[in-house]
């Protein structure tokens, strides 16, 4: 069976990997973002990869009057209101709504495709096999 997949924040970043992800095994994939670029990259990356189906939807899940939600939607609110002239990240509008930012990020230029340690912990009875070996 296809798996259906509803991503948030499906434009860049984390987002844009898992998306990438999914579409890679053939789910059915539901693109939700705020930035239009962003949007449409990732639903031709999704496409391309192989994905069943891929519907986009430009929404901001902050904004209650523009998703659907059964419980628990009031108590991740604030009434608190944001002042656009001091507030330093993209909350208040998408970073790429213009342009295309994929699904790079801050740390790309340290990410590693592998990782010793990460090798080690997941194979630690092979590990302490070859050290009581040897």
């Known amino acids: 069976m296809t ?3 509803v991503i948030t924040g499906a ?3 984390v987002g844009r990997a898992v998306a990438r ?3 890679a095994r053939g789910a059915r994939l539901a693109l939700l973002a705020r930035g239009a670029a962003g949007l449409a990259a ?3 990356d999704c496409r391309r990869l192989g994905a069943a189906e891929v519907r986009t939807y430009q929404v901001d899940v902050a904004d209650a009057g523009a998703v659907v939600a059964r419980d628990g939607y009031e108590s991740q609110q604030t009434d608190t209101p944001i002042d656009p002239a001091t507030w330093r990240d993209n909350l208040d509008r998408p970073s790429d709504d213009e342009r295309d930012r994929g699904a ?5 230029d340290r990410a590693r495709r592998h990782s010793a340690a990460l090798w080690v912990s997941a194979h630690k009875p092979a590990v302490s096999a070859l050290t009581l070996g040897g």
């Open 3 to 5: 798996q259906r997949v």
């Open 11 to 13: 434009s860049a970043g």
């Open 21 to 23: 992800a999914y579409a």
């Open 42 to 44: 990732a639903e031709r």
């Open 104 to 108: 790079e990020g801050v740390f790309t």
